[in-house]
């Protein structure tokens, strides 16, 4: 990506979880957080799928809270 007389190179990490029927809507969200920050400790620019090997390499996430 140019802009004026620089150059801007973009990346994403991208963390993803299989889901069947009986899983539900969080524990997929949790999943695919964990792999997506998996994906970002690896050296970022990388995709990951939730293995549940993740389970065991949780590492926290910070959320900002409101009060």
Do not use: E, F, M, W
Not at 4 to 27: K, M
Not at 47 to 63: K, N, T
């Amino acid at each position: 990506l140019s802009l004026t007389d620089r150059t801007v190179t973009v990346t994403a990490s991208l963390g993803g979880a299989l889901v069947s029927d009986r899983a539900s809507i969080d524990a997929a969200i949790h999943n695919a957080d964990l792999a997506l920050y998996r994906a970002k400790r690896s050296g970022r620019n990388r995709a990951l799928v939730y293995d549940s090997a993740l389970d065991q390499d949780q590492a926290p996430i910070s959320r900002a809270s409101n009060g």
